[in-house]
C-alpha cells in the first residue's frame, strides 16, 4: 500500500480489502524505520493514531466514508492539535500539548482522516532548509546529504520516502512548494484566505496559508477538498461557494495559454533547473497548450519586499511566546525584563531572533516608512504585475527553485543565499495568489527539479487540471526515493 | 506672571457589550481570576482576533452622539510591549485611522456653556491585571478583563481649569450612559480619564510642554491631581526651571502626582495595521439603522425642556445631566402636566439634595417618580402643605409604610386642616394671647403679622393651611 495515491487507498478502504487499522499500522512501521536517519516526523503517537483508525473503520463499516476516511495524513506541527506535541520545530513550544485543534485538523479529524504524526518543520516556519528545526535537520530521501527544503520539510520527506501518502504544509514564501520541488512530490499553496488560519501557528499572518502535499495532482485535490472552506474563527477566511476541486481535472490542455515570466530565467537559474523546465514547457506545448513570453517587471523586489513584510509580521505574531503562560521559560532569572531576555534568547534559535530583530527594526519609529510603508507599496505593484499578465495568459510556469536541493550546512551560515532560494516562490504569496510545484525531473546528481505553476486568484481547479494532464503523460510523481 | 492651564482628556470607557472584542468570552465583572479568559484571551498559539459588532456598533452611536464623522473603512492597529498582563504582547487598537473623528461635548460652567472639541475615539482591547500582593515576591496575573472592548476618547486641549476637565469628564459619563454604550461605573474601572496637563503664559498661543496623567478613577482624583499638577508645573516654571514631557501618577493618599516614565524611557509600540483583521468597512444602512435607535439626546432635550415646560436654562441644564434624571423628571411631568416647575424643584431640591447626601445615585433610588407624583398631588389638593411633605418625603426615603404617601400622612397625622371653623378658632385663641402683637400690626408693623401667622401654624402643629391662616387672620385684624 506504501507509495499508493490517495484515490487508490479509498478504493481498497471501501472495498473492505484493508482496514485503517491495519493501513495506519503499516504507515506507522514505515515511519519508525525510516524516521530515525530522515528525522521527518517530531511526534509519532501511535495510540492516538490507532485510536482515529478505529474509529475511521467504523465510519466506513457504516456507510459514512468520505474520500480520505481512514487515510493517514502527516500534520505539519504548525498546526495545533488537540492532546498532541505542537512544537512549532522551537524550543519555545517544545512542551506544548495543544488544548484545542487548528481548523484545518478539524477538517480532517470530522471526515475521519487519521493523523499519522505531526512532521518536523523550519522553527516557526522560518527557513528553506528544515535547517532551523530545534528537533535537527529533516533528510532529504532522494539524498541524505541533501536538504529538503523548508519549512515544510518534514512533510515533503515523510511523503517523498512513503511514510504519508499525503501532508500538510503551510507556505509563507515558499514553504510549501519549495520543499516539494526538492523532494519530487506535488504541492500547492491556495488562494489566500481558501485555507482557514485558525490554529495555525502565525509566522507572517498576511502570507501564511495552509495547503496539501501529496504525490500527484489528483491527489492534491481530494486533500484541498477537505483543507479548503469559509471558518468564521478566521478573519481573513474567505466565504464562497464550495468547490470540488477534482472537477476539471480530465479537461484537455488545447487552447491553454501558458507564460512564461521571463523575470524566472535569468541568470541566477541553474541549467539543469533551466533545462528540466523547458522540457516541462514542451510536453505542455505537446498537449496543446501555447507558450508566450511574460514579464513581472517587479518580481526582483519581492525577495527584499518579503523580509521586510514578513519579518515585521512575525515579530510581533512571536512576542506572544514570553514564558509568561505556557511553553519555554528560562530556569533563572532576577527580575520580569531579565525573564523575558533569557527565556526569548534561549527558547528561540538563530533565524528566529534574526527575523525579530529585522522586523523589529523595520516597524521602528523613524524606519516604519522607510521600511514598512515602502514594502507595501510595493507589494501591491508586485500583484498588480500579475493582474496585468493573467490578462494575456491562464497560467504561468517556471522553476519553483533557482537549483535543486543543496546540500546540509551549505547555507546556513548564509542567510541571504539561503533567502534566495524562495527568489521565484514569495512574489506568489506577496500577491495572494496560488502556486503549485510538481516534479519535472532530476538534476545530475539524482536530486529532483520541480516545476512552479501559478494560477490567477481561485483557479485552482485549474491548477491541478494543468498539472493532472502532465502527470499523466509523464511519471516523475511516480519515482520513489527510497522503495 | 499669570499662568493658564490647557488640558485634553484621555476617556477609557468600557462598552457594555456581553462579550469581548475579539473573543466570544464573557466580560462579567468579578468573577474568579482567569476564570473569563479563553484560548485567544490568553493567546495560545494559533489563534485569531474576530471582531465583536457590538462593540462597532456602540462606537458608532457614541460617534453620532457627539456629531463626530464615522470613518469607513477604520484600520485596527497592533501596539506592541511586553508586559504579562498582555498576552499577546501586543495590543489591538486603532491607530492612525480610529472610528469616531471630531465631534464635540457642551459643558456647563456655572451658567455659561462651553464647547470642548473631540479628537477622535478608536476601539481597542483592554489588558488583564497584575496582582502584585498576596503572592510573596511574585506577581499574579489575571486576564479576566483582557481583550474587554474600551473605546478611547481623546479631547481636543479645550479645557482651561480642572472645574472644566470635571465638568467634561462629567458631561461625557453621563453621554456613554445616556444612549447606553458603558455602564459608566467607575469603582469597577469602566470609565477611567488620563489627563494631558501643560501651562503656558496668559495670551500666549503656543502650548506648553505637557505631562500626561494616568488613570484617575474618579472626578475628585482628577480634579486634584490637575490642580496638584498645575501648581507643580507653575512653581518650576517659575523658578525659572523646564518641564519634562513625561507620565506621572496621582498617588490619592499623599495628594500629589508622580513620574512614571519618562519621554526618553517611552515606548517605540511600533504601531502596524493588524494583518489578522481586515479593514472594517461600515455601510451607510447601519450607521441609519443605528441612528434611528438613538435616544433624544441631552442637547436637545435641554433646549425642549424650556420650550415645553417654560424652564430656565438652569433647571433644563441640571434635569438633563443624566438620562436618569430626565427620566425621571419625564415620568413625574406625565401625571403632573401643569407642574413641571413643581416637579423641577423637588427632584433639584430635595431628591438631589438627599442622594447627594447619602452618595446614591437616582437609579437605585427607593423613591419612585410615580411616588414623588403623587406627594406633590397631594400638596397641590391641599392635602398636605409643603412643609409637611418634607416630612412625607423623609419617611418615604426610609421605606416607612412601603412607600405610600397616603398612608405616610394618616400615620402621621399630617393632613392640613383647611376647615374654616378649625382654623378660625385657632386664631381667635393666638390674638387673645398675643395682644401686644395685634397692637403692633395695628400700628403698621408688618413684621408683627408674621410673628402671628407663626404662632397660629405653630398652634396646629404645622397643619394648618398656611394660604387660609394668612387671608383669614388678615380679615380678623381688619375688625
Not at chain 1, 128 to 144: A, L
Not at chain 2, 322 to 351: H, R
Not at chain 2, 450 to 473: C, D, E, R
Amino acid at each position: 500500500m506504501l507509495g499508493q495515491s490517495l484515490k487508490y487507498l479509498s478504493a481498497q478502504l471501501n472495498d473492505k480489502k484493508i482496514s485503517s487499522v491495519e493501513l495506519t499500522t503499516e504507515y506507522l512501521n514505515r515511519i519508525r524505520s525510516l524516521n530515525a536517519k530522515l528525522n521527518a516526523f517530531i511526534t509519532i503517537n501511535e495510540a492516538l493514531s490507532l485510536e482515529q483508525a478505529r474509529m475511521a473503520d467504523q465510519l466506513i463499516a457504516a456507510g459514512n466514508a468520505s474520500p480520505l476516511t481512514g487515510i493517514p495524513i502527516a500534520q505539519k506541527d504548525i498546526f495545533c492539535t488537540k492532546g498532541w506535541l505542537t512544537t512549532c520545530g522551537s524550543k519555545m513550544l517544545a512542551n506544548f500539548t495543544a488544548p484545542y485543534n487548528a481548523t484545518v485538523i478539524e477538517r480532517f479529524n470530522q471526515i475521519g482522516a487519521v493523523n499519522i504524526g505531526k512532521t518536523n518543520m523550519d522553527e516557526f516556519a522560518m527557513g528553506s532548509s528544515n535547517e532551523t528545526s530545534f528537533f535537527g535537520p529533516v533528510k532529504n530521501p532522494w539524498d541524505i546529504h541533501a536538504v529538503p527544503g523548508g519549512s515544510s520539510g518534514g512533510s515533503a520527506c515523510a511523503v517523498a520516502a512513503g511514510m504519508a501518502p499525503a501532508a500538510t504544509g503551510t507556505d509563507t514564501g515558499g514553504s510549501i512548494r519549495q520543499p516539494a520541488a526538492l523532494c519530487g512530490i506535488s504541492g500547492i499553496k491556495p488562494t489566500y484566505g481558501l485555507v482557514s488560519r485558525f490554529g495555525m501557528i502565525a509566522f507572517a499572518s498576511s502570507l501564511d496559508q495552509g495547503g496539501p502535499m501529496a504525490k500527484s495532482a489528483e491527489d492534491l485535490a481530494l486533500m484541498l477538498n477537505v483543507m479548503v472552506g469559509f471558518d468564521e474563527r478566521d478573519s481573513t477566511s474567505l466565504q464562497r461557494e464550495i468547490e470540488d476541486y477534482r472537477r476539471d481535472l480530465e479537461k484537455p490542455l488545447a487552447g491553454l495559454r501558458i507564460g512564461l515570466p521571463k523575470e524566472y530565467f535569468d541568470q541566477g537559474l541553474n541549467d539543469e533547473v533551466a533545462h528540466a523546465v523547458t522540457q516541462a514547457i514542451e510536453e505542455y506545448q505537446k498537449l496543446g497548450a501555447s507558450v508566450i513570453e511574460v514579464s513581472l517587471p517587479n518580481a526582483g523586489l519581492s525577495i527584499p519586499v518579503y523580509y521586510v513584510i514578513a519579518p515585521a509580521e512575525a515579530s510581533s505574531n512571536l512576542s506572544r511566546f514570553d514564558g509568561v503562560r505556557y511553553g519555554y521559560r528560562a530556569k533563572q532569572y532576577v527580575n520580569l525584563d531579565d525573564m523575558y531576555k533569557k527565556t526569548r534568547t534561549q527558547g528561540f534559535g538563530q533565524e528566529v531572533k534574526r527575523r525579530i530583530l529585522i522586523g523589529t527594526y523595520v516597524l521602528s519609529h523613524g524606519y516604519y516608512d522607510a521600511y514598512y510603508i515602502k514594502a507595501q507599496k510595493l507589494r501591491r505593484l508586485i500583484a498588480n504585475d500579475f493582474t496585468d499578465v493573467f490578462k494575456r495568459c491562464d497560467v504561468l510556469m517556471g522553476p519553483t527553485t533557482p537549483t535543486v536541493a543543496f546540500d546540509l550546512g551549505e547555507k546556513s551560515d548564509d542567510p541571504i543565499q539561503m533567502y534566495l532560494s524562495d527568489i521565484y516562490t514569495s512574489s506568489v504569496n506577496l500577491a495572494g495568489l496560488p502556486g503549485m510545484s510538481i516534479p519535472i525531473g532530476f538534476g545530475k546528481k539524482g536530486r529532483p527539479i520541480g516545476l512552479q505553476i501559478i494560477g490567477n486568484y481561485f483557479k485552482e481547479a485549474q491548477m491541478l487540471n494543468v498539472a493532472h494532464q502532465y502527470q499523466k503523460v509523464t511519471d516523475w510523481h511516480l519515482q520513489v526515493p527510497i522503495k | 506672571m499669570q499662568w493658564e492651564t490647557v488640558i485634553g482628556l484621555e476617556v477609557h470607557a468600557q462598552l457594555s457589550t456581553k462579550a469581548k472584542i475579539f473573543s466570544g468570552a464573557p466580560t462579567l465583572y468579578g468573577a474568579e481570576p482567569n476564570t473569563q479568559a479563553c484560548g485567544i484571551d490568553i493567546a495560545l498559539p494559533g489563534v485569531l482576533p474576530v471582531l465583536n459588532i457590538g462593540a462597532v456598533e456602540r462606537a458608532i452611536k457614541f460617534g453620532l452622539a457627539v456629531g463626530a464623522a464615522i470613518n469607513s473603512p477604520s484600520i485596527f492597529a497592533r501596539k506592541n510591549y511586553f508586559y504579562p498582563d498582555l498576552p499577546k504582547g501586543y495590543q489591538i487598537s486603532q491607530y492612525e485611522i480610529p472610528i469616531v473623528q471630531g465631534g464635540s461635548v457642551t459643558i456647563q460652567i456655572g451658567d455659561k456653556a462651553k464647547i470642548v472639541r473631540l479628537t477622535r475615539a478608536h476601539l481597542e482591547e483592554d489588558a488583564g491585571k497584575s496582582l502584585h500582593e498576596d503572592f510573596h515576591g511574585m506577581s499574579g496575573i489575571d486576564l479576566n478583563r483582557a481583550g474587554t472592548p474600551l473605546l478611547e476618547i481623546v479631547s481636543e486641549p479645550d479645557m482651561r481649569s480642572s472645574a472644566e476637565a470635571v465638568a467634561y469628564a462629567k458631561s461625557l459619563h453621563a453621554l456613554v450612559q445616556w444612549v447606553e454604550i458603558c455602564d459608566g461605573n467607575m469603582q469597577e474601572g469602566s470609565f477611567r480619564c488620563d489627563a494631558n496637563v501643560s501651562v503656558r503664559p496668559y495670551g500666549t498661543d503656543k502650548l506648553g510642554t505637557r505631562c500626561e496623567i494616568k488613570n484617575l478613577n474618579s472626578f475628585r482624583f482628577l480634579e486634584k491631581a490637575i490642580e496638584y499638577e498645575v501648581k507643580r508645573q507653575i512653581e518650576i516654571l517659575e523658578d525659572g526651571g523646564r518641564i519634562i514631557q513625561e507620565t506621572r501618577l496621582y498617588d490619592a493618599n499623599e495628594d500629589e502626582t508622580r513620574t512614571m516614565r519618562s519621554k526618553e524611557d517611552a515606548h517605540d509600540y511600533r504601531y502596524f495595521p493588524d494583518p489578522d483583521l481586515l479593514p472594517l468597512v461600515i455601510s451607510p444602512e447601519l450607521i441609519e439603522q443605528i441612528k434611528q435607535q438613538l435616544p433624544e439626546l441631552p442637547e436637545a432635550k435641554r433646549i425642549r425642556y424650556q420650550g415645553d415646560y417654560a424652564l430656565s436654562d438652569y433647571d433644563a441644564a441640571v434635569l438633563t445631566t443624566s438620562k436618569a434624571v430626565s427620566d425621571y423628571f419625564e415620568v413625574m411631568v406625565q401625571s403632573l402636566p401643569d407642574q413641571p416647575k413643581l416637579c423641577a424643584n423637588w427632584i433639584m431640591g430635595e431628591l438631589i439634595g438627599k442622594l447627594n447626601k447619602e452618595n446614591s445615585e437616582i437609579l437605585n433610588c427607593s423613591i419612585k417618580p410615580e411616588q414623588l407624583s403623587r406627594l406633590l398631588q397631594r400638596i397641590i389638593d391641599g392635602t398636605i402643605s409643603g412643609k409637611a411633605a418634607k416630612i412625607v418625603f423623609e419617611s418615604m426615603w426610609q421605606g416607612e409604610h412601603a412607600g405610600d404617601v397616603d398612608r405616610i400622612i394618616a400615620a402621621k397625622g399630617l393632613i392640613q386642616v383647611s376647615n374654616q371653623g378649625e382654623i378660625e378658632k385657632l386664631i381667635d385663641a393666638v390674638l387673645e394671647a398675643n395682644l401686644q402683637q395685634v397692637n403692633d400690626y395695628k400700628n403698621g408693623k408688618e413684621k408683627a403679622f408674621n410673628s402671628l401667622v407663626g404662632q397660629v401654624m405653630k398652634a396646629s402643629k404645622g397643619k394648618a393651611n398656611p394660604m387660609q391662616v394668612n387671608t383669614i387672620l388678615r380679615e380678623k385684624l381688619k375688625g
